[in-house]
């Protein structure tokens, strides 16, 4: 089961730094037939940070002698995803006709607008561990029903403060700019700290942020984060402090409070319940989405929906609609 707390994991009697930081420590959910991702976001405690709406972790996995990751077509409407890799390599397909690798380093987002599909799997001579995060970023309206696109970002905006070293995904950070397009105010970036003392790291006191570990031995504010759990912080920060052991890296992310409520089910974000029928039927149907170029495997099946109708959830969980 998913799994939150308030992040008082000091001794009794020691007062947390902002006691409504949240710990999410997730829960494992399969991913195709050969991958397990441990998901941070939705959860009960928390659903979103600013607009990231989905945080999947996976890895590292050894996939040497197996499949890696195997996903058939399947659609999606309403979001971007976002991905990162620390190791491995995944073949990205699409129903706009890219065929692209992505590798450490890089970057794949991906827009839905109104409708596309798209396939993620190992290729067939990949390296042997696999490690990195999904993400998606729900879409505000406007965006959320305009065409769909696909960038590639080999090279991303990256520095070294004191003993922080700083790759930014997307956003604004320290007056840098990803070149990865954005709808909402939003921040994603890769932090590695050096040395041996604990760093600082800036953050903006009109955003919510979320800080993955995803290697390593981390503290964020006397927190400790096991790798794959992520320390939900609410607005009105400007800094926090990042305690580590060796081999630490960190995903910071960071986004303006989403007002809209939201309806998640399977691949679909939208506005209500009318919405993801009509995404379902057309999936099913063959329409909307067009075909992945190049991938003989069948696409995904539309899972059966819900008997009740799907409401909506605000950012802090209130049901609407």
């Not at 073949?91 to 798209?118: E, K, Y």
């Not at 956003?171 to 970036?189: I, K, W």
């Not at 409070?257 to 379902?280: T, Y």
């Not at 057309?282 to 170029?293: C, I, N, Q, S, T």
């Amino acid at each position: 089961m998913e799994q939150a707390m308030p992040a008082q994991t000091r001794p009794p009697g020691v007062v947390p730094v902002d006691p409504e930081s949240v710990l999410l420590l997730g829960h494992d959910v399969p991913l195709g037939r050969y991958t397990t991702v441990r998901r941070l976001l939705p959860q009960r405690a928390r659903r979103m940070v600013g607009a990231w709406c989905f945080v999947d972790h996976f890895g590292p996995d050894d996939v040497g002698g197996r499949s890696g990751m195997q996903v058939p077509p399947h659609p999606h409407t309403g979001l971007q995803t976002v991905t990162w890799l620390l190791e491995g390599e995944i073949l990205h397909r699409d129903s706009l006709g890219n065929v692209q690798s992505i590798r450490p380093g890089q970057l794949n987002v991906m827009t839905s607008g109104h409708g596309i599909a798209h396939s993620e799997k190992s290729p067939p001579q990949r390296p042997t561990a696999m490690h990195g995060v999904q993400l998606w970023v729900a879409l505000p309206d406007g965006a959320r029903s305009g065409a769909p696109a696909f960038h590639h970002h080999p090279d991303l905006p990256n520095w070294r403060d004191g003993d922080l070293d700083v790759t930014l995904l997307v956003g604004d950070l320290a007056g840098v700019r990803s070149p990865a397009v954005v709808h909402t105010p939003l921040l994603g970036a890769q932090l590695t700290p050096g040395g041996s003392a604990p760093v600082r790291v800036p953050l903006r006191r009109d955003f919510e942020h979320g800080l993955l570990a995803m290697s390593g031995s981390v503290e964020v504010d006397g927190v400790r984060l096991a790798p794959g759990a992520l320390l939900y912080v609410p607005p009105g920060r400007d800094t926090v402090t990042v305690a580590h052991g060796r081999d630490a890296r960190l995903l910071l992310l960071g986004g303006a409070p989403f007002e809209d409520p939201l309806v998640m089910w399977w691949n679909f974000v939208g506005r209500s319940h009318e919405e993801i029928v009509a995404a379902s039927e057309d999936w099913a149907a063959g329409r909307r989405f067009g075909v992945v170029v190049d991938d003989p495997d069948p696409p995904l099946p539309v899972p059966t929906m819900p008997t009740v109708r799907l409401r909506a959830r605000d950012r802090h969980g209130q049901l609407h609609g």
